[in-house]
């Protein structure tokens, strides 16, 4: 089963507007990863956001990460028609080991 | 820096055969890591080598396996092939694993008739 769960699955928006995605995950983390990928491609990697951590910014991105709620979201701002992909959070890997979990996506369309 | 190169891109093999896949990671990264997407499941892991050694493996039968080269190169392979082995094949690495971010490949998509 998926550690993490995206919400909402698929999210149409104008460009220009701002977009949130969300995730939840079910054991403790010691990170949580976001990352993503455009149709036909691999994953790109986008943000690390430690579990001490709250929120983190990168660009146009601000990742937030809850812990007590094991949650987390994603707000990518001012959205391009180039920000359209599947986007994904990842746990896992704690402990030297590489077993990451990733949840279903959210798949986002920037309409220009 | 040559990023994760993945051969081949596509791959059409029947029910029964075997299939072998390749992966080069980043110069340096001694991490590899194998999943397989499907629309129904996500991203699934398969396994992860590290100095040539699988250091976890996923819920996948052992139909599916792989190695890792002295040169950080891998494979994978996957004997017996299902019709439910139709997915796209992503190999990522890391300089060392341990959740630090991985670089993908763009994948092996490989259909099964």
């Known amino acids: 089963s998926q550690q993490g769960e995206e919400d909402p699955q698929a999210l149409s928006i104008q460009e220009g507007e701002n977009a949130t995605m969300n995730c939840s995950y079910k054991?403790?983390?010691?990170?949580l990863q976001w990352y993503r990928q455009n149709s036909g491609r691999g994953l790109v990697h986008l943000i690390l956001?430690?579990?001490?951590?709250r929120e983190k910014h990168s660009g146009r991105l601000r990742v937030t990460l809850d812990t007590s709620k094991k949650s987390s979201s994603l707000l990518i701002t001012a959205s391009r028609a180039a920000d359209t992909a599947s986007y994904f959070c990842?746990?896992?890997?704690?402990?030297?080991?590489?077993?990451?979990?990733f949840g279903i996506g959210t798949k986002l369309q920037v309409i220009p | 820096k040559a990023g994760v190169t993945q051969t081949p891109r596509y791959l059409i093999k029947t029910r029964g055969q075997q299939v072998t896949l390749s992966c080069s990671p980043i110069?340096?990264?001694?991490?590899v890591s194998w999943y397989q997407q499907t629309p129904g499941q996500g991203l699934q892991f398969l396994f992860e080598?590290?100095?040539?050694?699988?250091?976890n493996k996923g819920n996948f039968p052992g139909r599916f396996s792989g190695r890792q080269f002295s040169n950080s190169r891998s494979e994978m392979n996957v004997s017996t092939l299902e019709l439910g082995d139709s997915a796209l094949y992503l190999c990522?690495?890391?300089?060392?694993?341990?959740?630090?971010?991985?670089?993908f490949g763009d994948g092996t998509r490989l259909s099964i008739l």
């Open positions: 990842a746990t896992g890997g704690s402990g030297g080991y590489q077993k990451v979990t």
């Open positions: 956001i430690r579990s001490n951590e």
């Open positions: 990522a690495s890391s300089p060392l694993g341990g959740g630090q971010p991985q670089h």
């Open positions: 054991t403790s983390i010691n990170n």
């Open positions: 110069s340096g990264h001694r991490s």
């Open positions: 080598y590290f100095s040539e050694t699988q250091r």
